[in-house]
């Protein structure tokens, strides 16, 4: 059973504009939710976490907003950029590192 | 330093062979991570240590051993591998369990 579904599997955004990558979960014990941003061949990089006590965490270019009661967070990708073109990974745990649950992953391309 | 060092950065590997992939990350960390991820797919938890111990073996195959010979170092011991366990495995770790996850470039296992 996927514990956190993710959606769009592919995103297709002009440069400049916004992307947003959605999440949702039903385990309400999950308390900590990190972004992580994966180019090709490479590991994943965190981008932003945000933990419940909190609806909106803001870092440069990237947003994550939370909903609790919906059970939904997403990352809205301000001015997206070229080089932004990656595979975005959300994630949910019940504490924080430990046995974090991914979702299936969005695959965003910028066109210029 | 920053970082999650992961070598080999590619590793090709027969069936019958025994090979080690190695870890290591000096930010003073005490919890570490093995994931495995196939392409196109998130990464999958498969052990985690917390001050050197063993604390989550996500029901890996035998095949797969881990170990953490210090508190900077985790080595994932591989033998007697098959085809379908060609993946790139990556390492993470975390100040605590509770902490934010930092990944490694990862190690491109193949096996022939």
């Known amino acids: 059973q996927q514990q956190v579904k993710q959606s769009p599997q592919s995103l297709i955004v002009q440069k400049g504009g916004i992307s947003i990558i959605n999440c949702a979960y039903e385990?309400?014990?999950?308390?900590?939710f990190p972004w992580y941003q994966q180019f090709p061949g490479k590991g994943p990089a965190l981008l932003i976490a945000?933990?419940?006590?909190?609806s909106e965490k803001k870092e440069g270019r990237f947003t994550i907003s939370f909903n609790k009661s919906a059970k939904q967070f997403s990352l809205h990708i301000m001015d997206s950029q070229p080089g932004d073109s990656a595979t975005y990974f959300c994630a949910a745990s019940k504490t924080g590192a430990n046995n974090l649950f991914f979702g299936t992953g969005t695959r965003l391309t910028v066109i210029p | 330093d920053t970082e999650v060092t992961q070598t080999p950065k590619h590793l090709v590997m027969g069936m019958t062979n025994k090979k080690s992939l190695k870890c290591e990350q000096h930010m003073g960390h005490r919890a570490m991570y093995w994931y495995k991820q196939k392409a196109k797919k998130p990464p999958e938890l498969m052990f985690v240590?917390?001050?050197?111990?063993?604390?989550i073996n996500e029901s890996v195959p035998s095949r797969f051993s881990p170990e953490c010979p210090n508190s900077s170092l985790l080595n994932l011991h591989l033998h007697a591998l098959q085809p379908e366990d060609s993946a790139l495995y990556l390492c993470a770790s975390s100040r605590g369990e509770e902490d934010e996850a930092f990944f490694g470039q990862g190690t491109r296992l193949t096996v022939v």
């Open positions: 240590y917390s001050y050197e111990k063993l604390s």
């Open positions: 385990n309400t014990a999950f308390d900590y």
């Open positions: 945000i933990r419940p006590d909190v």
